[in-house]
């Protein structure tokens, strides 16, 4: 079984791959264009690098296959959210989990539950007390045996236009 490690900017390649694996799951298609894709690229090969991350990504490696060396299973990535403090939450910092995938041929032995419990702990250690996410009907049940719990805050989204400068 693959043990699970801190992803570096020489995985940017596999998230990305991954992250098109879990959109395609969600909308049932694959996710059209290469915009979204070059973007994710250089979002994780500068932020994976940086000394005090806000992102972090946990992945396990594919068994060795000479065709497909550095190839992921699984990966799990998160940030760091900075809001105001609250009773609940003095410092105001929030863990969100997003991206959590696995390859399909390696699903159901437990690799993205060894991700997100790395990154977890992660947040644990850097005194993040609050994490939150959104899950899909698929992903709820590891979810739950995680301890996670829906919560009353309904969320809600607007999307803004580019204004013409």
Request: hydrophobic share 35%.
């Amino acid at each position: 079984m693959g043990e699970v490690r801190r992803a570096t900017p020489a995985d940017t390649a596999e998230l990305v791959r991954l992250r098109g694996v879990l959109l395609a799951a969600m909308a049932g298609r694959e996710p059209a264009g290469e915009e979204w894709r070059r973007a994710a690229s250089k979002t994780l090969r500068t932020r994976l690098s940086e000394v005090d991350p806000t992102l972090v990504a946990f992945v396990v490696e594919q068994p060795e296959q000479p065709e497909q060396p550095g190839a992921l299973a699984a990966c799990a990535v998160g940030t760091v959210e900075y809001r105001l403090g609250g009773p609940d939450n003095p410092s105001g910092e929030v863990g969100y989990v997003f991206n959590v995938a696995t390859d399909p041929d390696h699903r159901r032995r437990g690799h993205s539950r060894r991700c997100v419990t790395a990154l977890l702990d992660w947040y644990r250690d850097r005194g993040i007390r609050t994490v939150d996410l959104r899950a899909s009907e698929a992903g709820e049940p590891l979810y739950r045996s995680l301890g996670f719990v829906r919560t009353s805050d309904p969320a809600m989204r607007l999307q803004l236009s580019e204004v013409d400068a």
